[in-house]
């Protein structure tokens, strides 16, 4: 069991969490390195006993930030979904993924905090006929998620896509290269193509000779600042590696396939 309660110290009284079972009886939690005005709350475990939670400055709602904890690792802050003044934990699973909501813009949003990274839940649902979520309250062990809507009924959601055809650990749904092997999904351009398939310097969608005579560039000049996406295998150097990867990719004519770019 893990939940949180009111540590009554007079000035220094605060919201922690803490752990029970029936072997150890009640332990409380430590609050997050460096943070030790902070109040935590809304926690949730699971059962392999990881805890996940929120907590915020003293006496502040906004700013609020999740943090994980287990027996091995102790107490971690996952810090904001980027661009957000608040993000917020609900749920995990067993396999340690998250779902929550965050505020951006004064704008509440949805998230679920997979493979060590943030995603904006609402951006991967697929054929969603105008449904935008507010809030995620559960995730169970089959990747299901209960959630809110924005008009305020409740959505279950069914995972879309488990594939991983390239085999590089990054789900089809979210791989930047679904062809390619590229655990490290470096994009140098953001473009949400990986630069293991992504010959199109110039951005124009085809890979032609214009991008050839931007390569050859950036062989030439491979310390310039343009000449980075031209690094396929992202190892900091252009070479005549890059040049084999490049002549591969002229076949195919257009960058990818991106899982990311298909649901956008």
């Known amino acids: 069991m893990a939940g949180w309660r009111y540590k009554d110290y007079g000035l220094n009284s605060y919201f922690g969490a803490y752990l029970w079972d029936e072997n150890s009886g009640l332990k409380d939690l430590p609050r997050p390195a460096d943070k030790s005005s902070v109040d935590i709350a809304q926690i949730s475990i699971n059962n392999s006993g990881q805890i ?6 003293q006496g502040f709602s906004i700013n609020g930030r999740i943090f994980r904890w287990d027996a091995l690792n102790g107490i971690e802050d996952l810090g904001l ?19 929550g909501s965050f505020n951006k813009n004064d704008v509440q949003g949805v998230l679920i905090y997979q493979d060590d990274e943030f995603y904006d839940l609402n951006g991967l649902i697929i054929n969603n006929q105008g449904i935008k979520l507010s809030f995620a309250y559960a995730i169970n062990n089959n990747g299901q998620i209960v959630a809110q809507s924005e008009n305020g009924d409740v959505v279950l959601l069914e995972p879309y896509n488990e594939a991983d055809k390239d085999g590089d650990n990054i789900l089809d749904l979210i791989d930047n290269c679904l062809n390619i092997n590229n655990p490290d999904q470096c ?5 949400g193509y990986g630069n293991i398939c992504d010959a199109d310097l110039n951005n124009d969608g085809r890979v032609n000779t214009l991008d050839l005579g931007l390569f050859k560039k950036s062989f030439q000049t491979p310390n310039a600042p343009q000449s980075i996406n031209a690094d396929f295998n992202c190892d900091g150097r252009i070479n005549t590696i890059d040049l084999g990867v490049f002549k591969t ?11 990311i770019t298909q649901l956008q």
């Open 52 to 57: 996940v939670g929120n907590w915020h400055k």
């Open 187 to 191: 994009d140098t351009d953001s473009d």
């Open 81 to 99: 979904f980027e661009g957000a003044s608040s993000t917020v934990a609900s749920d995990l699973n067993d396999s340690g993924v998250i779902v």
């Open 249 to 259: 990719l002229l076949q195919n004519r257009v960058p990818g396939p991106s899982g």
